[in-house]
Every structure is written in C-alpha cells, then in structure tokens.
C-alpha cells in the first residue's frame, strides 16, 4: 500500500515536471526530399515518427506537426543522425550554427528513439546490414564496441587546445571536453571513409550528457557555458559536413536539446526516499505496518475534526426546554402520589 502511494506521488511530481521541461530540435541538415518549414512546437515522443516517416519506414501515431513535408517519397535519406543533448534546453546563438529550430515538449523521461528505430528497421530490412549505432560518448568502452562500423577507434584524449574560459583542470570541463573529443574522433572516422552510402537506411544516436553538469557549475550564462556551447556547435557543424560527404547529401542531420536532466533529479530524490523506506521496512517492521499506520492516521483525523463538529454545534446551540441540553440537566422534583 505504501508503494502504491509512493508510485502515485512519483507520478505526479513526474507530470508537473515534464509540463515545464523544454526543449529544441534543430534541423542541421536536410536532404532535397525533405522539406521543414514552420516554427511550431513539436513533442519528443513525435521524433521516432518524424525520424521513421523521412526514412521511408511506416509511423505508428498521427500528429497534427506540419513541420515536415515529404517531397519525394521515392529518394528518401539514406540515414537519419541525432545528436541528443541533455540538460539544457537550447544551444543559442552561443553555437553560431546555422539549423532550423523548432521547440520541443519534453514529454519523455527516457526516449526510446533509438530502440523503436532499431526495431522498425530490422522488421523492414530482414537481411540486416544497417548501421545502427547507439553510443553515449562519455563511455568510452561503447565507442570502441562499435569498430565494425567506424573502424579501430583509440579512446579519444583531452588534447591541449588554446581556450579562454575552460579549464581541464575542472572536472565538469574535462567531462565536457572529453565527450567533445569523442564527437570529434567520430567525426574524423566519418570523414576517413569509414562509413558510405550502401541503399540501405541507417540509424545514428550520439549522446552528450556533460554539458548539464557544467552549466550548473559555472552557471547558465557564465563565459564557461558560452564557449563550451560554441565549441559544441563547431563540431556539430565539422560533423553534419563529414556525414553529408559521406551519404553524398542523402542524410538529415539533427540535434535534440532538453533540459530534463535537471527535472529528473526530483524524481531520482523521490525514487531513492523510497528504495530507503522500503529497506527500512523489510528490517523493522511487519509487512502490515504500512497498513496499520494508514488507518491509525486516518481515523484520529476523521475522529478529531468529528469531535470538534461537535463541540462547536453544542456550543451553540440554545439551551431551551426542547433541547436535548435542558432535558439532560434539568432536575425534576419526585411528587408523592
């Protein structure tokens, strides 16, 4: 039963918090049959649809977006790329790139982008052979798994580099400039020819999550955020470049920003409360302690504003000789018959 109430408040919280998460999908690039227009807002729920309809693959919900028009059905892109940023909800004009942007409602604690592309291109192309590529580059054991298709990659270093406000010695800039060094290295094997157009459609997700923690250091607007944001927009831009080469033009580039890190800490907070509470439960109390406890609580606060009903409505109530007062404290003389 505790659980069950403990679900419900995580649900809650949850809501509130994805009403005010935001964010912004920025078109880097876009092949001849595809066109964006517009500027309306779009949900991240809606992105495995958007990404699966540019592809040419079948989408499973409708949406009301006109943000995207297909133009030719029959040339779709090769490949789709997503570059998902998480903890702010905008690059700015910090990243001076150029991309259409659209808002984003973060309405998804863990999209499944990737995972619903994934099984919609194994269900199309039975025979496989599609790049599919899934790495959060921060852990560098997930970019080497996937030599098969960028080839020997060395786990990228920090190279000394001339910047003004960030420093390694920082631990929230070295986590930074480290997965910036990752993006670049994948950038490089793109570029080397590790990867070409072949007719078939693939996938790519590369994931940055150390961009959230810096900014909370050094704050939102401090000098450190705006040039790790403009670094960030210049290997975005090396790497629509290498990816257009590379598919000769036939790939939509994008990157996804969202500030729902931020939001699921309360959620993380509440998680852990809960994962403490029930631990403490299985050590010292019975398994009816949560139960015993709802019903002692509730029934001293049902009992306690009863009671004070009670005391106010004989309070004033007039204490007549048709009252229940008078006549439970009126004395009556015995007569002798």
Known sequence: MAAAMVSVWVFLISSIIGINASGELNILHSPESLSFSGSSKTFESLLKEIFSASLGLSVEENSEWNGLLITDPFNTPEAVVEVYISGISSLG????????KYPLVVDEYEPDTFDVLKHRINQRFTNGG???VNINLSDSDQLLSYSNVLGDLDIPKVKKQSLQHLKSSVEEDFQFLSELAALKAVTEKVESGAISADNIIDFYNLRINSLHALRDFHGPNSLQTKEAKKLL?????????????????????TAVTTDIVHTRRAIRSVSGNVELKNSVDEDGYSADYAAIFNIILWFGVVF???LIAIVYALMDMDPGRDSIIYRMTNTRMKKDN
């Not at 004009?93 to 259409?100: E, I, N």
């Not at 470049?241 to 580039?253: C, R």
């Open 93 to 100: 004009s910090s990243a001076d790139f150029k991309s259409k």
């Open 130 to 132: 599609n790049k599919l």
């Open 233 to 253: 927009g210049e290997a975005l831009e090396e790497l629509t470049k290498a990816f257009v080469k590379a598919y000769d033009g036939s790939v939509l580039v």
């Open 304 to 306: 306690t504003f009863t």
